[in-house]
């Protein structure tokens, strides 16, 4: 009964916020970028990673925050393009018979602007952009079942334009018995938007994300493999654009591709390999971020990306480089501390 509770809200909020969304048409963006460099060597998403002592883990998957993690403090930091830098901190409690805490920012920096007027006369003024997610999280467990939320109150800053709106995560997770194999499904920024940029604004959507994945560490091998599922509530991500030669304008339309490059589309791909105790190699394959980044004379190595991980005593040090461009790449660090 416990558990069929659960399914049914799950779904009700699914149903209640799902609706076709791409890039571009949704506010507060920055909710989707990832800032673990453990998930940016994955592939950028993953949702059913098994590992109860990395508290980066409950961004992705609320239902992730276990008992392990109590007292610990993580900092991320990613230096972003162009002067733009994002992160997130968070610390964990359990309590004994009620469940698990995480109290967290999420917050991304635009950086500094020179105001100019609308028709390009610079006044000397400068102002900056941000916006930040407070993250309140809270997860238990009944029987293999890990179910978790994550509210999160958002404010956005553009010069004088403020928008205020509250996102929640809602995620499960399902270990078997082989103490190998996990699963994971996660609805992320199921929300609205509160008040507008501008008065008598309309109210914009927000990133709604249904996901779904699963890990598999081998018997006789030290490696893990993963792959999440992403946008499950949108099928057609491949899209392109055309120019009305009267207007001048361009009109984005859905473009048709094969079943396999669809469905290849959803999916991200990650490896971890485990050469020591304390050491660890990651690389992930992003399908999406390729075509969406790659040049057509020039593809690179846009939607790969690597990295490691090292423990020494209470301390977890992560770094992760991603390709998103021949014009560069992004490089993010994570620091966790056991204050235990």
């Not at 453990?38 to 990673?49: K, S, T």
């Not at 991304?108 to 916006?131: K, L, P, R, W």
Request: charge should be negative; include cysteine.
């Amino acid at each position: 009964m416990h558990l069929r509770k659960i399914l049914t809200f799950f779904l009700i909020l699914v149903i209640r916020f799902t609706s076709a969304q791409v890039g571009g048409e949704s506010t507060y963006q920055f909710l989707d970028l990832s800032h673990s460099a453990r998930m940016v060597a994955l592939g950028g998403f993953q949702v059913a990673v098994k590992d109860s002592t990395d508290l980066n883990l409950p961004f992705y998957n609320p239902s992730l925050l276990a008992p392990e993690m109590s007292n610990q403090l993580l900092v991320s930091y990613v230096n972003y393009f162009s002067g733009i830098n994002f992160g997130y901190a968070a610390y964990s409690k359990t309590f004994t018979g009620i469940g698990n805490f995480s109290l967290g920012i999420h917050y991304i920096n635009y950086g500094d602007f020179v105001e100019a007027t609308e028709s390009g006369e610079i006044t000397g003024n400068s102002f900056n952009a941000a916006e930040y997610a407070f993250t309140f999280t809270y997860s238990n467990t009944w029987e293999r079942l890990n179910y978790g939320a994550t509210l999160k109150p958002i404010l956005s800053v553009f010069e004088k334009y403020q928008s205020v709106g509250l996102a929640l995560d809602a995620g499960a997770s399902y270990g078997f018995s082989n103490g190998q194999t996990m699963l994971g499904l996660v609805a992320r920024n199921l929300g609205t938007q509160f008040t507008t940029y501008y008065s008598e604004g309309s109210k914009e959507k927000i990133p709604f994300n249904l996901m779904a994945g699963l890990s598999h560490s081998l018997s006789h091998a030290p490696l893990v493999l993963c792959v999440t599922a992403v946008h499950l509530n949108h099928w057609d991500l491949a899209y392109d654009e055309s120019e009305n030669e009267e207007t001048g304008e361009f009109n984005i339309y859905a473009q048709d591709e094969p079943f396999t490059k669809q469905l290849m589309r959803h999916l991200i791909w990650g490896v971890e390999i485990l050469p020591a105790k304390n050491f660890t190699l990651r690389a992930g394959y992003n399908y999406q971020r390729r075509q969406e980044l790659k040049l057509e004379e020039r593809a690179s190595t846009a939607g790969f990306s690597i990295g490691f991980g090292i423990k020494v005593n209470r301390f977890r040090f992560d770094f992760a480089t991603s390709r998103f461009h021949v014009a560069g790449s992004s490089n993010v660090f994570s620091l966790a501390v056991n204050l235990n």
